[in-house]
């Protein structure tokens, strides 16, 4: 079983689902999103392999949004590119799985795909 987490290493929730999966002995491969972004497809494999909406994997909290989106209605594929645009908009972290994923938050949802 091999997975993958889209990490940001100053992010502490993010920091303790990887060493919950390196705890566990899962091998993970570490995309760290916000320097290599993913691509539009792979986005929205990711969002298909969640069971959510784009707008879902937003955070709503971060500067941008407030500043830029608040207000905005967008159809999934433009917030999708608002994410590909901004990846520090992407709620983190996320880890897939070859037919799943989740939003690591807590990190006990990682279960989820175990």
């Not at 999103?33 to 298909?48: A, H, M, S, W």
């Not at 990190?107 to 989820?112: A, F, H, L, V």
Request: with cysteine; glycine share 2%; net charge neutral.
């Amino acid at each position: 079983m091999k997975f993958q987490i889209y990490h940001n290493p100053r992010c502490g929730k993010s920091r303790e689902a990887l060493q919950y999966l390196q705890l566990k002995g899962i091998e993970t491969e570490i995309i760290l999103y916000l320097q290599n972004t993913p691509t539009f497809e792979e986005l929205k494999d990711v969002i298909r392999k969640l069971n959510i909406k784009p707008f879902d994997l937003i955070r709503k909290k971060e500067k941008i949004f407030t500043d830029n989106y608040n207000d905005s209605v967008l159809t999934d594929d433009e917030w999708v590119e608002v994410m590909i645009n901004n990846p520090i908009l992407i709620e983190r972290p996320v880890i897939i799985s070859e037919s799943k994923a989740v939003i690591g938050r807590p990190k006990e949802r990682i279960e989820e795909l175990l």
